[in-house]
Structure formats: C-alpha cells, structure tokens
C-alpha cells in the first residue's frame, strides 16, 4: 500500500482530448451561443449527448429554462476572430448572432453554419449540478452534416492556433522573450493577442477605451481586454 496521499497532476488532463464547438439556445425571442469544448456523445440509442457549461455564462440560463440547444462542430480552419467573438465576448453586451451566418432551428435555436461542419439539435432531458457547471444531457433531434473537413481540437486550437506552449516545454523561452526586453531597460514592447491577432501598440495605447499613448502593456488595467475580441490581457504575447 501506498501510504502517501494521492496527488492530482494537473498535467494529466492536457493529454484528453476534446473539440471546439459553438453552442447556441434561445429564450423569449433572444439568441445567444457561447464555445465550449465539452459536447460528449453519452449514448448511441437513443442519440444522446451532453455538454457542461458554466453556471456563468448567459446561454447556461438560456438552455436551463428553454430545455434545449444546438451545436456546431467548429472545422480546423475557423478564424480566431470567430472564436474571440463566441469565446470571449458575453451575451450580456455584444449580439453575438448577429455577426454571424445562422438558420433557424426546429427548436427554435439558432444553428450556426460559418466555420461548420456539422450541427446537432437537442432537447435536455436532464441536469446535473456539479459545482461550477451544469452538466445538461439531451436527447437528439436533428443532426446533419454540412461539409466534410478536420474538427478543430483543443490541443489544436492551443498549440497551433494561438501558438502556446507548455511552460515547462523546450520552446517556451523563445517564444517568450520578455525578459530581454526588461534587461534592456524598454518596456515599449508591442503585444499580439493570440485569440484575434489584434497587436496592441503602447505608442498608440488604446484610446477608445480611454488608454492614453504611451503606455506600456504592462501598465494597462488587470481588466483591460482585446478591443476587437474581448480576451483578456493573459491572452497576450510579446511581439517578436
Ligand atoms: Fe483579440
């Protein structure tokens, strides 16, 4: 027997495997969706899956009290625009369905089809509080296929698409120079966010939302974020 405690490595969880989708509901006559990376299927008969969103985000009180969703699965290619948009912006200010190309669904949820390849409709059949989120299971009712291509995974979507590594891997120290610049003194470095590519430029600063010129990235407001997607600064990487 083992008599030490058991640990958690969060490490652990980097190794599972998941895909990006876009999951929208409808309540009185209000659209919203929101991305998520944990639509399971949980049975084959019936078709049944289930998704666990935090308690949150808008469209978790949406599908509570309309008992139903639908999912677009996101293909490899989508824009980080795109995911900015439903990833990092909140129903709450910003008409995210209105940005995009949807059809309307049987269940009266807006189906995505931009960056699509295939969409589900369900209706919840259950619900499990597990602390930060709910997990909603639900039956299928509708599902096609709109295109074929490759699903964009997490781990693509992390290490390719907004080209981050590990800390402890070997490339991490070239791909974050901050401490040279430091060294020489200079905190003018520009920044680009890995969601949109938006670069933020600390001679310009950002004064639509009242950052003078001249400030350095590293004096914005913790809770300053992307202005054309809304990530936040940790989502920020030194230009090189
Ligand atoms: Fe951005």
Not at 73 to 89: A, R
Request: charged letters at 20%.
């Amino acid at each position: 027997m083992n008599a030490q405690s058991p640990e958690i490595n969060l490490e652990a969880f980097w190794s599972l495997t998941y895909g990006l989708c876009v999951i929208t509901s409808h309540l009185e006559g209000k659209l919203n969706g929101q991305i998520v990376n944990s639509v399971i299927q949980v049975t084959a008969e019936p078709s049944r899956i289930a998704v666990s969103i935090s308690k949150n985000n808008f469209t978790h009180d949406y599908i509570a009290q309309s008992g139903v969703f639908a999912v677009s699965v996101l293909e490899e290619s989508t824009p980080m625009t795109f995911i900015g948009l439903f990833g990092f912006k909140s129903g709450r200010d910003t008409d995210k369905l209105s940005q995009v190309s949807y059809k309307n669904g049987f269940t009266g949820c807006p189906l995505v089809t931009e960056n699509t390849l295939s969409l589900f409709e369900a209706k919840v059949i259950g619900q499990v509080d597990v602390g930060t989120h709910t997990l909603f299971i639900a039956d299928v009712v509708h599902a096609e296929v709109l295109r074929q291509g490759n699903p964009l995974t997490y781990a693509y979507y992390q290490q390719i698409k907004k080209g981050k590594t590990p800390k402890n891997a070997s490339t991490y120290q070239q791909r974050a120079p901050i401490g040279e610049t430091e060294k020489q003194g200079k905190n003018m470095a520009q920044y680009r966010c890995t969601i949109c590519g938006y670069l933020y430029d600390p001679t310009r600063g950002d004064p639509d939302n009242g950052v003078p010129p001249g400030t350095p990235f590293e004096e914005l407001p913790e809770d300053w974020v992307c202005p054309v997607c809304g990530a936040p600064k940790e989502e920020f990487i030194i230009e090189s």
